[in-house]
């Protein structure tokens, strides 16, 4: 670099003005948003929840237990944030639905006896 280029440059330096006390740089961080209390999100859970979608044997506090799990894990920010949070709940509470009944299913078929004509 030449003499001249690092001469302008410590003199662009120089000339840029300082931050004051009490002022924020224009190179600060912005502040997080705000965003709603855990309380808050925990409560409208139940609101969200319909009982329609499960099973009249499955547990209701597992299910909430869950929904609880992805809230605290992901803390959605707005309305339509929670409800996309919450169908993907119930897509993975129906996944999990039928890997149990895939799992029984096996089973079932291994426990059988084989028929004698089926060899």
Request: glycine letters at 2%.
């Amino acid at each position: 670099m030449s003499r001249k280029t690092s001469q302008n440059a410590s003199k662009a330096i120089a000339a840029t003005p300082r931050s004051q006390p009490g002022r924020a740089s224009p190179k600060a961080k912005r502040a997080p948003p705000k965003t709603r209390p855990l309380m808050v999100l925990l409560l409208y859970r139940t609101a969200l929840f319909n009982p329609a979608c499960l099973l009249h044997m499955e547990d209701k506090d597992q299910f909430l237990g869950l929904l609880d799990e992805f809230i605290v894990t992901y803390r959605p920010e707005h309305r339509d944030e929670l409800n996309l949070l919450t169908e993907a709940v119930f897509a993975k509470w129906r996944q999990q639905r039928l890997w149990l009944a895939e799992t029984n299913k096996f089973e079932v078929a291994i426990a059988r006896p084989l028929s004698p004509g089926a060899r």
